[in-house]
């Protein structure tokens, strides 16, 4: 089903099940052990063998030398690979991940060998005997001082520079200028599972249970690496213990055990340790984002820029996009955005929850904040005088097919009781403490992709729902329930979804927040093909009414029990988006507003409060949205004062590369929230008329809080993490 005109009046309109705020359909198999992750696959894997990845232990270099013959002599151990004797892998896909094919080393943590074993602590121990020389080189491990041989990366997702009219003549005759820089640290995803795989070989037919977001991509990478025909590669990820980015490519625990399960006629699995995922795997890259702005006295934008640098390694690198969202975000005629890449031997850096807006944001909304104390104006009142209700770089013609930003603000500062907030910094004490109030504005694009679904409605009148579509904590199984069921007249409870296995028609898949509003509406494609199917069984025209599991047409009324027959009646459909989603410029957008206290004596940070508001098209289920925006909230909390993949710039490695050292929030860190979702629908974004929520939720959080302790204490950092020495 082509998606090609504004969505009109539809079954999904109903909202009889659609925008209920139900528990997670998953929830009870997964607080008692049921859901199976991709380690956990006993019977399906009988006698499988355990793996474990030798990381590299230099940031750039050669294999000098590797001696294996301590590792195989130890007790369990079945197979040892290494370079040496690692099988010849393929390349030629971008999701391609070949394993253990020379000497070179690119980064700390690559896989340098890979250890077989009866038991997992036999291969963990065995690991430890595999000796490896290494010739070192000296490596490019620090942005700062890579920066200035930084150049335009390649055109793709991320745009390497974007321009209207001129900004240098724009910005230099502004009687309001601000130029400040802000740096952001590498961060690491830190979602619970870790990356896992389960390979299982049957002649040669590979099923590989894998923690990952996206299957066709992996499908695909393995495949192209294992130089596999694709119809023999079956790919399973059913639940997923969290993912934001991590989990969009394969890395060496899918390769790998594929590679020694075949070779040993045996199923093998591997899970990576906390401490491999920091540097075998992908991090969100640190980045200087430098920005100007030029207003007039009434704080009206006349001149934008903002400028991001960030590294990666020299093949195949991509930059953090930070300033895309400044393309989209508030007018002016004058603009400038620009992206540069400086090589790093570190880790190859990654997508991760709201690539560049993450960051992108915590610069231009603190950024914001500056513009608004030299204008002497409120914060939330700035970004109001330059809403836009278009791409401001490209005019008119590109309209926001929905763009509440300003009713966020202002419903925001109503419910949060901005009034009360004294604009002078460092005012406002309660015993100790300091006290503050701050504001961001939020965005996020909202791409869509094309997403297939196949339905089944057997003779009891159940539904069930197959689609290659992932769930990584997100609660896809339910919104795709609830949007069959709605689309059926059916009860949630009569309705199975199936997920997460490439033998199901290809998805979305989770990423890019376009998971929910893609596969919801490729559900939606689906179950319009199984009404037809239905009404013309049942003799009836296009005026059938599903509900409470029956159809009917005027007088006549059949059960769908009775009209799918002991046989059941199928549909499978694709929704594609082509052209006509694109003439809109289409984005979720929010307001978030934090209060936090800062202890005078030891520059202590505590968040107090912190509100967001969001309007993001049709809410699919309000629960699962809201617990998308709590966490978003409470990563952007981490983004704001502590997360920081620390870079020893010695040795080219994270060093601090576990859940003790890499700081996030814990319970005790975390506040009262509140989440508020504005009404809308969204009719250019699909026939289900949702947007995505998942990254929007973090965007521009920990500008809230920087802008907040920048309110409580009159110090502005422009370095994060705000931690509590740099306050001092
Ligand atoms: Mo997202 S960073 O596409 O999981």
Redesign the pocket.
């Known amino acids: 089903m082509d998606f090609n005109a504004p969505a009109t009046a539809n079954p999904s309109d109903r909202m009889r099940v659609i925008g209920q705020p139900l528990d997670r359909v998953d929830g009870p198999l997964k607080v008692s052990g049921r859901a199976h992750y991709s380690y956990e696959y006993h019977e399906e894997a009988p006698n499988a063998a355990y793996g474990w990845l030798v990381g590299a232990e230099i940031g750039k270099g050669k294999i000098a030398g590797i001696d294996t013959a301590a590792a195989e002599a130890a007790p369990g151990v079945l197979l040892v690979l290494t370079h040496r004797n690692a099988p010849a892998q393929g390349k030629d896909s971008d999701y391609a991940a070949p394993q253990l094919q020379g000497t070179e080393v690119l980064h700390h943590g690559q896989a340098v060998a890979f250890v077989v074993a009866e038991s997992l602590e036999q291969a963990r121990a065995a690991a430890r005997l595999v000796k490896v020389d290494y010739a070192a080189e000296p490596g490019r491990y620090d942005l700062a001082q890579e920066r200035s041989r930084a150049v335009a990366p390649e055109p793709g997702m991320v745009k390497p520079e974007t321009r209207a009219g001129d900004f240098d003549a724009g910005f230099a005759a502004a009687p309001v200028q601000l130029d400040v820089t802000y740096t952001t640290p590498d961060q690491s995803h830190a979602m619970m599972e870790p990356h896992a795989s389960t390979a299982v070989w049957e002649g040669d037919e590979l099923t590989l249970y894998t923690s990952h977001?996206i299957l066709h991509w992996a499908a695909e990478g393995v495949a192209a690496t294992l130089q596999m025909p694709p119809e023999k590669l079956r790919v399973v990820s059913r639940y997923i213990g969290g993912?934001?980015?991590s989990k969009?490519v394969v890395y060496g625990d899918a390769v790998l055990s594929a590679l020694a399960a075949r070779q040993l006629r045996r199923p093998v699995k591997v899970a990576l340790t906390r401490q491999q995922i920091f540097n075998h795997t992908t991090h969100r890259p640190a980045t200087i984002q430098r920005l100007r702005i030029g207003a007039d006295a009434e704080g009206r934008i006349a001149a934008i820029a903002h400028e991001s640098w960030s590294g990666d390694q020299e093949s195949g690198g991509t930059a953090e996009g930070a300033a895309s969202q400044t393309r989209l975000l508030y007018a002016g005629k004058d603009r400038l955005t620009r992206h540069r890449l400086a090589t790093l031997d570190l880790p190859f850096a990654g997508?991760?929850?709201?690539?560049g807006e993450a960051v992108g944001l915590l610069a231009l909304e603190c950024a914001m904040d500056e513009l608004a104390e030299k204008l002497g104006m409120d914060p939330v009142e700035l970004r109001i005088r330059n809403d836009v209700a278009y791409n401001p770089e490209e005019g008119p013609s590109k309209p926001y097919s929905t763009r509440k930003l300003v009713e966020c603000l202002r419903e925001g500062a109503r419910r949060f009781g901005w009034d009360a907030r004294n604009p002078r910094p460092a005012q406002v004490r309660d015993g100790r403490w300091l006290v503050g109030l701050g504001v961001a504005a939020a965005v996020r694009p909202n791409p869509v992709m094309d997403s297939g679904a196949r339905l089944h409605l057997d003779g009891q009148g159940r539904l069930t729902v197959e689609t290659q579509m992932t769930d990584i904590g997100t609660g896809s199984y339910t919104i795709l329930a609830q949007v069959a069921a709605e689309m059926l007249g059916l009860e949630v409870g009569a309705v199975t979804v199936k997920l997460g296995d490439t033998r199901f028609p290809q998805a979305s898949g989770?990423?890019?927040s376009w998971g929910a509003n893609s596969s919801g509406a490729g559900v939606y494609a689906a179950a319009m093909k199984l009404r037809g199917i239905v009404a013309q069984r049942a003799g009836f025209n296009d005026e059938a009414v599903f509900e409470d599991g029956t159809v009917r047409s005027g007088q006549r009324s059949l059960t769908l029990a009775e009209v799918a027959g002991e046989a059941g009646l199928s549909a499978e459909a694709e929704i594609t988006f082509g052209d006509f989603s694109k003439q809109y410029e289409q984005a979720g957008f929010g307001a978030h507003f934090c209060e936090v206290r800062v202890d005078v004596e030891t520059a202590e940070i505590r968040i107090r409060r912190m509100l967001s508001v969001a309007a993001a098209g049709r809410v699919l289920n309000p629960k699962t949205a809201r617990s998308q925006c709590l966490g978003g909230m409470t990563m952007g909390i981490g983004a704001a004062l502590m997360e920081e993949a620390v870079v020893d710039k010695r040795h080219g490695l994270f060093i601090n590369h576990d859940l003790a050292e890499y700081q996030v929030p814990v319970h005790a860190d975390i506040p009262h929230m509140d989440v508020v979702f504005l009404e809308e629908e969204d009719d250019k974004s699909s026939p289900i008329k949702a947007k995505g929520i998942g990254?929007l939720g973090i965007c521009g959080v920990g500008a809230a809080v920087a802008n907040a302790v920048y309110n409580a204490t009159g110090v502005r950092i422009r370095d994060y993490p705000l931690t509590l020495d740099k306050l001092l």
């Open positions: 977001q993912g934001f980015g969009l997508a991760m929850r709201a690539p989770s990423g890019g990254e």
